[in-house]
């Protein structure tokens, strides 16, 4: 992007293709990183047993927490996610205000919109209306490609402080109470 007005067209069109050519390789080398990361990692019986998958290969989450909270990193996030298709054992965590990464694709896509609106004519404010309306409309679209309703999971009641500060993850070998 920033070599763009230095690059003839020729060169740029190659500087284009190689990018996508990796964008397309990422998803194989994705793979192979996880079937290594997972051979490495799990037990042997979940590897001679065809593991907790049926495949051989742990399940890795990626946690990613505070999304709504820089509005310029989580479309960057969210548009990467959306982007990629990921291999089904590797799954992404996002956690933070739901209504908020709403309205952060809002501003985003209206933001795009009115880069794209300053060199068109003024518009009537009910033709205005309308168009703000049809944008929100498609940022709501877009949305639910980025996460999709069924993939999401809202807690409605958060931890009292005493019970997030004795919080303890559950081990298959330490006794539970």
Do not use: W
Request: charge should be negative; aromatic fraction near 4%.
């Amino acid at each position: 992007q920033q070599r763009r007005g230095s690059l003839d067209r020729q060169q740029c069109g190659d500087a284009v293709l190689e990018e996508e050519k990796h964008r397309l390789e990422l998803p194989s080398d994705l793979d192979e990183i996880l079937r290594h990361l997972s051979n490495k990692l799990a037990p042997e019986e979940h590897r001679s047993k065809g593991g907790p998958d049926q495949s051989g290969r742990m399940l890795i989450v990626v946690p990613i927490d505070d999304v709504d909270h820089n509005p310029q990193r989580c479309m960057e996030l969210l548009r990467l996610l959306r982007t990629y298709s990921t291999p089904r054992e590797l799954f992404f965590l996002l956690m933070g205000q739901f209504s908020l990464v709403e309205d952060i694709v809002r501003l985003s896509m209206s933001a795009d919109f009115g880069r794209i609106r300053k060199e068109t004519a003024e518009l009537d404010p009910s033709k205005q209306r309308q168009l703000d309306e049809r944008i929100s409309d498609v940022a709501v679209s877009n949305l639910r490609k980025m996460i999709p309703p069924s993939q999401r999971m809202q807690l409605e009641d958060s931890l009292a402080v005493k019970d997030a500060l004795e919080f303890r993850i559950l081990d298959s070998k330490a006794e539970t109470r």
